[in-house]
């Protein structure tokens, strides 16, 4: 009896290629959070949309923080949006910081969730966490699903799950065709027939 089975065809530096791969997803379209009204918090959005990775940014975002009257909704904003910043200039440990006081104080932020779950994959050994944190946004229609679909498969892929892997990569690039990423990604699969026995 014969069954398809995907097999990604990879190279060399594997795991480096994927976080590569992962970091571009980051970086070039990660979500960042918007703030209603004006002042430093908007600012701070405003930074972290533009990725604008400097201490000036982080400054600007802890004083709304500090300083601003703000719903709670707006604060958690804040957090993940100081977070992405954080994340660009690869402080991934105050990033993390950042998003998981953002969940403890609005739990249904799925900004927040896709960030961290970004996050974690960048420090590397966490990827199972990753993929839960990334599950969970993904569960709270994020406003960029693609995003959290393909750092998901990067996840799938780094912890041997190659099926759901292909699945994310290829809903990635169902919803946004324009990011050629996801495309890219799923060039290096090819499904072949393996023999089963029979029971």
């Known amino acids: 009896m014969r069954r398809l089975a995907l097999v990604p065809m990879s190279g060399f530096a594997f795991r480096s290629t994927l976080l590569l791969a992962a ?21 701070c959005y405003a930074a972290a949309e533009l990725k ?13 923080l500090e300083d601003e009257l703000m719903s709670r909704r707006d604060r958690a904003a804040t957090l993940v949006n100081r977070g992405i910043i954080y994340m660009q200039a690869r402080s991934l440990e105050s990033a ?3 998003y998981r006081e953002a ?7 799925a900004e927040a969730h896709v960030n961290l779950g970004i996050a974690l994959l960048h420090v590397g ?5 990753a993929i839960a944190s990334l599950t969970r946004g993904l569960e ?4 960029r699903p693609e995003v959290a679909l393909y750092t998901r498969a990067v996840a799938y892929e ?3 799950n190659v099926r759901r892997a292909f699945e994310d990569y290829t809903a990635a690039a169902a919803i946004n065709p324009e990011w050629k990423e996801p495309a890219e990604q799923l060039k290096r699969f090819s ?7 029979r029971g």
């Open 23 to 43: 970091a571009l997803a980051a970086s070039g379209t990660n979500a960042a959070v918007t703030i209603l009204g004006g002042g430093l918090g908007r600012e």
């Open 125 to 129: 050994g966490r990827d199972s966490e």
């Open 140 to 143: 709270m229609n994020p406003s």
């Open 191 to 197: 499904v072949e027939r393996r023999e089963t026995a």
């Open 158 to 160: 780094l912890v041997g």
């Open 96 to 98: 993390l910081a950042d």
């Open 52 to 64: 604008k990775e400097t201490a000036a940014s982080v400054t600007t975002c802890s004083r709304a």
């Open 103 to 109: 969940i403890r104080m609005e739990p249904k932020l």
